[in-house]
C-alpha cells in the first residue's frame, strides 16, 4: 500500500478560493449597476452609491472615516502610493527613512528607488521570530526621517509588527509611520487611530 499525497496550499494570505458570500457580492455588482461613477447621469449615480457603500464598509473594518478611505489596484499600489507619497510629501531638509528589511516588495523597492534619488534609508533588521525591536526602530528615527514603514503582518513568516508601539514611537516625533496591513485586515483587529 503506498501513502497518500497531499498537497497542503499554505499561501492563502495572496490567494484564496473565493468566499460565497463575497462572490454573490462581486456578481451583484458586476451585473449592475454600471455606469461611470463619476458621472451625472442615473447610471452613474448608481454605481457612485455602490462605490460609496464599499467605502464606508472598508472604512468600518479599519476604524477610518470613510473619507479617508482611497481606493487602489491592490496592495503595492497601495504601498508605492504611501511611500512615494509620504517622501514627496515631506519638507526637503527630511532625506531619510527607516523600514524594515522584510517588507513586501512593494515597500522595498519603493525604498531602493529613493535611495537611488538621494534618500537615506536605514534597513531595520529583525529578531529569530522575525519581529522587529521597538527599541531598535525608535533609535533609528531622527531629526530628518520623513517617514518609517514596517509591514504588520508578514505574508512569508507570518511575524506579527507591534505597531502599535512602533506608531507611537512616530507620533512622540512628529514622524509619519505606514504600516502595510493589507495580511493584516480581516485577521487582526484594525484600528488606524
Same mark, same amino acid.
Given at each position: 500500500?503506498?501513502?497518500?499525497?497531499?498537497?497542503?496550499?499554505?499561501?492563502?494570505?495572496?490567494?484564496?478560493?473565493?468566499? &460565497?458570500?463575497?462572490? +454573490?457580492?462581486?456578481?451583484?455588482?458586476?451585473?449592475?449597476?454600471? *455606469?461611470?461613477?463619476?458621472?451625472?447621469?442615473?447610471? *452613474?449615480? %448608481?454605481?457612485? +452609491?455602490? $462605490?460609496?457603500?464599499?467605502?464606508?464598509?472598508?472604512?468600518?473594518?479599519?476604524?477610518? =472615516?470613510?473619507? &479617508?478611505?482611497?481606493?487602489?489596484?491592490?496592495?503595492? @499600489?497601495?504601498?508605492?502610493? %504611501?511611500?512615494?507619497?509620504?517622501?514627496?510629501?515631506?519638507?526637503?531638509?527630511?532625506?531619510?527613512?527607516?523600514?524594515?528589511?522584510?517588507?513586501?516588495?512593494? $515597500?522595498?523597492?519603493?525604498?531602493?528607488?529613493?535611495?537611488?534619488?538621494?534618500?537615506? /534609508? =536605514?534597513?531595520?533588521?529583525?529578531? *529569530?521570530? *522575525?519581529?522587529?525591536?521597538?527599541?531598535?526602530?525608535? %533609535? @533609528?528615527?531622527?531629526?530628518?526621517?520623513?517617514?518609517?514603514? $514596517?509591514?504588520?503582518?508578514?505574508? &512569508?513568516?507570518? =511575524?506579527?509588527?507591534? /505597531?502599535? +508601539?512602533?506608531?507611537?514611537?512616530?507620533?512622540?516625533?512628529?514622524?509619519?509611520?505606514? %504600516?502595510?496591513?493589507?495580511?493584516?485586515?480581516?485577521?487582526?483587529?484594525?484600528? $488606524?487611530?
Amino acid at each position: 500500500m503506498t501513502a497518500e499525497k497531499r498537497a497542503v496550499y499554505l499561501d492563502n494570505a495572496a490567494t484564496t478560493p473565493l468566499d &460565497e458570500r463575497v462572490l +454573490e457580492a462581486m456578481l451583484g455588482s458586476l451585473k449592475g449597476p454600471y *455606469g461611470n461613477p463619476s458621472a451625472l447621469h442615473g447610471p *452613474g449615480a %448608481a454605481a457612485r +452609491e455602490v $462605490v460609496e457603500e464599499a467605502r464606508e464598509s472598508v472604512a468600518a473594518l479599519v476604524g477610518a =472615516s470613510p473619507e &479617508e478611505i482611497v481606493f487602489t489596484s491592490g496592495g503595492t @499600489e497601495a504601498d508605492n502610493l %504611501a511611500v512615494f507619497g509620504l517622501a514627496r510629501a515631506a519638507p526637503h531638509h527630511k532625506r531619510h527613512a527607516v523600514i524594515s528589511q522584510i517588507e513586501h516588495p512593494a $515597500v522595498r523597492e519603493a525604498g531602493r528607488r529613493l535611495e537611488a534619488e538621494g534618500f537615506e /534609508v =536605514s534597513w531595520l533588521g529583525v529578531d *529569530g521570530y *522575525g519581529v522587529v525591536d521597538p527599541g531598535a526602530f525608535a %533609535a @533609528e528615527l531622527r531629526e530628518d526621517t520623513a517617514f518609517a514603514a $514596517v509591514m504588520w503582518a508578514n505574508n &512569508e513568516v507570518g =511575524s506579527v509588527q507591534p /505597531v502599535g +508601539e512602533l506608531a507611537a514611537a512616530c507620533t512622540e516625533r512628529g514622524i509619519p509611520f505606514h %504600516a502595510d496591513a493589507v495580511q493584516a485586515a480581516g485577521r487582526l483587529p484594525v484600528d $488606524v487611530r
